[in-house]
Each structure stands twice: as C-alpha cells, then as structure tokens.
C-alpha cells in the first residue's frame, strides 16, 4: 500500500519507485552509522524496508526506513533530511507520517539507534531502552569497508581482535594436546 502525503512544496511518499537511489547512497555514504556503504547495499536494504521518502518536487529531500515483521516489531532506520531542508519541521512530519501508517499500528516494540537526534525521536514518543540489561547486538562497525574490498577483489586482513581469538585458540589446543600426551 502506497501512501502519498502532501505539505506543499514536499511530499511524503513509500514508493520506491520516485526515490532517488543515488542521493539516498550519498547521504548514507556519507553518514556516521554507514560511512562507505555500498551502492548495491543500499538498493538491497530499500527492497527489504517499508521506505519513506520526502520528495520536492521530483528532488529527494529525505527519507526513512522501516525493518518490520509488520506485526509485532519494528526498527526505524536511516533517517535522513538534506542540510538543504532542514529547519521546515520535516523530520516531525516524517516521524509522524511513519507512526500513522497502516501498516504499522498495533506494533508491540518501535527501535532504533541515534547519536544526535534524540529530542526528535523522544517528541514522536521514543524513550531510552527500559531494560538495556536485556539487549544484545553484533555491532560490525567496519563491514562495508571490507565488502568494498572484498568487491574490488582485495583480501581483507582479519580484524585485531579475530587474530587474538585466533592465537588464543591455538595456545590453548596446544596446552591440551600437550596434557593429552604428558
């Protein structure tokens, strides 16, 4: 279900198909949660999402992205308004237009991540986590610059950390075999 908002001279809309995939790309490439992301990335994490676009025109001014079971869980993701429109109130009227779509209500658990937006998305009803002590993540800050790499046909060294574990394991097999044998 398509949804098309307006407050002339921009719009909100959810299809894909008016987004513009190469400025959604410079901004997430450009960004701190998603610096160096792929192009093909991007594309891929548009068809898996509920998308929200802010168009002027037929220029993309924002966007929004929603990971969902379209039941019970939802992340938002991806937030983004140009420096160029900033300052009009759009970031509210996306988290507003987002929180009024259909396809999300009734949805037991809303999450996302934020280094600097936190009054927005506390205005639009989010809260610091009640129970962090119950939340785990994988956190692979560096992985699109590997898959970069790796797409160039570069060999990526493993992470400092995985040659630690790597060495670890080995001392300790070798401790075993030796107790093994002695």
């Known amino acids: 279900m398509s949804v ?7 719009e909100i809309t959810t299809d894909p198909s008016r987004f513009d995939l190469d400025q959604i790309w410079r901004w997430l490439s450009g960004s701190y949660w ?5 192009r093909a990335l991007v594309e891929r994490s548009i068809r898996g999402a509920l998308c929200f676009g802010i168009l002027e025109g037929r220029r993309q001014v924002g ?3 929603v990971i969902t079971d379209g039941a019970t869980f939802a992340y938002l993701a991806d937030v983004f308004v140009d420096e ?5 109130g759009l970031a509210r009227w996306l988290m507003q237009a987002i929180l009024a ?6 949805l037991r658990r809303w999450l996302l991540a934020t280094r600097d937006a936190h009054r927005l998305y506390a205005g639009a009803g989010f809260r610091p986590l009640a129970h962090p002590e119950v939340f785990m993540e994988i956190n692979r800050p560096g992985i699109y610059q590997s898959n970069s790499a790796m797409m160039r046909g570069e060999r990526s060294s493993p992470a400092p950390h995985a040659k630690r574990q790597a060495r670890a394991t080995r001392v300790r097999s070798s401790r075993r075999a030796r107790r093994a044998s002695g």
Not at 4 to 10: D, E, G, H, Q
Not at 34 to 38: C, E, H, K, L, V
């Open 4 to 10: 098309r908002l307006k407050r002339p001279p921009f």
């Open 34 to 38: 998603a610096t160096g992301i792929p």
């Open 63 to 65: 966007l929004a992205r």
């Open 84 to 88: 160029s429109a900033r300052g009009r």
């Open 101 to 106: 779509h259909p396809e999300l209500q009734g």
